[in-house]
């Protein structure tokens, strides 16, 4: 059962994984069930974006499904957690094929695909997405392209106020291009202490300009999380990151971040835009400095959505279901 990335929106104890006490909160939340062949899910939609997709075993024979039925029941059904976000812009993929990512939870899936190259002369880049709600996405058995939304839940995060300070200061281990998108290896976790070996969940070190960005509390447990949207070599992502894990800089427009980050996904056409934001905006750090992360703690914030843009060209709509 994979309960990991949650912090990512805010929702998490002390440790990188929620407490029984918020798992039964999320339980017992108001959110719509939608029923598969496999089991079933339930997506909660929070306040400020972000979104969790519970797994449900199937259901007793006669027993009936509710979304917001009896919580010792779901409670005793769930099989995993998957924390999504809305956002912006979308990425082309050619997908070769579908596969399941988690031997423990039928509700979890990915496409096996490939990242066209922006620019000339780079490559293709391989990847395996998380895709999000696997079992709800109809795929056929051909190669096809689409659009995605990609989003990435980031376990560690570094803001650089400028690409100078970026090429100055980041660890040697970690300099890449700026808009570089470097999947690690086979296995590697988002999250430290986390044990990935039946995984094949996609982790990657992704850098690139911010584009817009607003800090968000989450409902369920008070706690801070930045969404960003950076723009990079493979078109625009949208990355999470609690407040804690996110160091350096302040993330306005124009910065450069760097994550590590789980990356999911979910069809263009299923995507929810993250919509306007009217707070006052994030304000830029002072010329020539580059605060700590105890500067993060300003108000609520966002740009307008007006800066991210979808890279993406257009593709034949990737259909989903929805169960009655």
């Known amino acids: 059962m994979l309960f990991t990335s949650l912090g990512s929106i805010g929702v998490a104890g002390e440790g990188p994984r929620p407490g029984a006490d918020i798992l039964a909160r999320i339980v017992s939340e108001p959110g719509e069930l939608f029923a598969t062949p496999h089991g079933d899910y339930k997506r909660i939609d929070l306040a400020g974006g972000g979104q969790l997709w519970l797994h449900l075993a199937p259901a007793a024979a006669g027993a009936g499904a509710s979304a917001n039925g009896d919580v010792a029941s779901l409670a005793r059904r769930l099989v995993g ?14 997908v070769q094929s579908a596969i399941a990512l988690d031997r423990n939870d039928p509700m979890t899936g990915g496409w096996v695909l490939a990242m066209p190259a922006l620019a000339d002369g780079d490559r293709p880049l391989p990847l395996v997405l998380e895709m999000v709600p696997f079992r709800l996405i109809e795929t056929t058995s051909v190669r096809f392209s689409a659009n995605v939304q990609v989003l990435g839940l980031a376990a560690e995060a570094s803001v650089y106020a400028s690409p100078a300070a970026f090429l100055e200061r980041a660890a040697p281990a970690k300099l890449m291009p ?35 960005a607003r800090r968000i509390r989450s409902p369920l447990t008070g706690q801070d999380y930045f969404w960003l949207a950076v723009s990079t070599a493979r078109g625009l992502f949208n990355i999470v990151a609690n ?17 590590k980050a789980r990356l999911l996904a979910c069809p263009a056409d299923r995507a929810v835009d993250i919509g306007p934001e009217t707070d006052t905006p994030l304000a830029p750090p002072p010329p020539s400095s580059e605060p700590s992360s ?11 959505g007006s800066a991210a843009r979808d890279t993406g060209a257009s593709a034949p709509p990737v259909r989903a279901r929805k169960a009655g």
Do not use: W, Y
Not at 81 to 94: A, M, Y
Not at 254 to 259: D, E, F, L, Y
């Open 81 to 94: 957690l998957t924390p999504f976000h809305k956002g912006l812009g979308s990425v082309r993929v050619d």
């Open 294 to 304: 105890s500067a993060l703690a300003v108000p609520a914030a966002a740009t307008d």
């Open 243 to 259: 407040a804690r894990v996110l160091l350096g800089a302040l993330p306005v427009p124009g910065a450069i971040v760097q994550a």
């Open 178 to 212: 700026i808009g570089g998108v470097a999947p690690l290896t086979v296995g590697s976790s988002a999250e430290p202490n986390v044990a990935a070996a039946s995984e094949l969940r996609c982790v990657a070190l992704v850098t690139g300009r911010i584009e817009a």
